[in-house]
Nanobody
Framework: QVQLVESGGGLVQSGGSLRLSCAAS????????MGWYRQALGKQRELVAG???????NINDSVKGRFTVSRDNAKNTVNLQMSSLLPEDTAVYYC???????????????WGQGTQVTVSS
């Protein structure tokens, strides 16, 4: 089946940068939207940034101007470049992709395992 593998999380100081990557693999027919969600301690999960197969982005206002989402359709990857990080960005970040598996006709949402991002003050 389809799986998403994330990498790039870690611990950084306020003002620093991190780059998260996510690769989709398995029985992939087509991928529509890909993106990143996060869940901070005591908070609900929220969309950080999404990107369509055509490159149109949807960015959370709280990270707009600091985070950039990109994708490589040929490699089935999506990236999140995070700059000017703040302690408020501390959360578990989850990769998400809407995928139509090969030999099926319906899209479904798939999730990565989550990667911890911690920003210290």
């Amino acid at each position: 089946q389809v799986q998403l593998v994330e990498s790039g999380g870690g611990l950084v100081q306020s003002g620093g940068s991190l780059r998260l990557s996510c690769a989709a693999s398995g029985s992939i027919g087509s991928i529509d939207t890909m993106g990143w969600y996060r869940q901070a301690l005591g908070k609900q999960r929220e969309l950080v940034a999404g990107i369509t197969s055509g490159g149109v982005t949807n960015i959370n206002d709280s990270v707009k101007g600091r985070f950039t989402v990109s994708r490589d359709n040929a490699k089935n990857t999506v990236n999140l470049q995070m700059s000017s990080l703040l302690p408020e960005d501390t959360a578990v970040y989850y990769c998400n992709a809407r995928v139509r598996p090969r030999f099926t006709s319906l899209y479904d949402d798939y999730w990565g395992q989550g990667t911890q991002v911690t920003v210290s003050s």
